[in-house]
Structures are given as C-alpha cells and as structure tokens.
C-alpha cells in the first residue's frame, strides 16, 4: 500500500557528492518518519540519517558530519545530500518510512528497493 521509490544512486569520486531522493507514494494515513539506511556486502543494515514529525532529525555515526537529510512532509519525500564521500562509503542506500495506513492501525515500516552507490576512482 506504500511505495517507496529512490533515485540518484551511482558511481562518484572519493571526495565527491551525491544527493539521494526517495518518494513516497499510495493510500496511507500518515508517513511518521521518512529515513535513510545502508547496506554494504556482508554487513548489517544500519541507519545513515532519519527525520521525524516536527523537524526531527537525527544521524548515524557512519555519515555523520558529511551528510544532511531533508524532509518535504506536504509532498511525501525525502533527500540525503552526501559530501566528501570515501570508498567505505560504497553501500546499497535504502528508504525507509514508518507509515499508518490507517488511524487505527499501529505505524509499520516500509522499504524502497535500494539505490546503489559506489564510490572509486
């Protein structure tokens, strides 16, 4: 009922740039929190940034200092500008939305694909 669709992933230089966006899309109540998590080969998920209802933010210790998260609430997106990005920055980057479908159902989380970054020379 919740579609999560990412965009911007790709191959940059280390010491480069890259801004992820992710939309949100389908019949849901309300969206709680919209955030970004990580994924590299043979490693756990782990959260990169997340913003939640009233301007809320809060960052992994893995980006932290070199990325910054913004929320559009009214249009149901997201966005992680990354800065001065090095090679264990490599990772499958995922979306993620804590969503009420309705007003009397608990908030659940909802995934996006994943985008892939790849940071190289």
């Known amino acids: 009922q919740v579609q999560l669709v990412e965009s911007g992933g790709g191959l940059v230089q280390p010491g480069g740039s890259l801004r992820l966006s992710c939309a949100a899309s389908?019949?849901?109540?309300?969206?709680?929190?919209m955030a970004w998590y990580r994924q590299s080969p043979g490693k756990e998920r782990v959260l990169v940034a997340r913003s939640t209802d009233g301007d809320v933010t809060n960052y992994g210790a893995a980006l932290e200092g070199r990325c910054t998260i913004s929320r559009d609430s009214a249009k149901n997106t997201v966005s992680l500008q990354m800065d001065t990005l090095k090679p264990e920055d490599t990772a499958v980057y995922y979306c993620?939305?804590?969503?009420?479908?309705?007003?009397?159902?608990?908030?659940?989380?909802?995934w996006g694909q994943g985008t892939q970054v790849t940071v190289s020379p």
């Open positions: 389908g019949n849901f109540y309300k969206i709680i929190s």
């Open positions: 993620n939305a804590i969503v009420q479908i309705t007003p009397f159902k608990a908030p659940a989380p909802s």
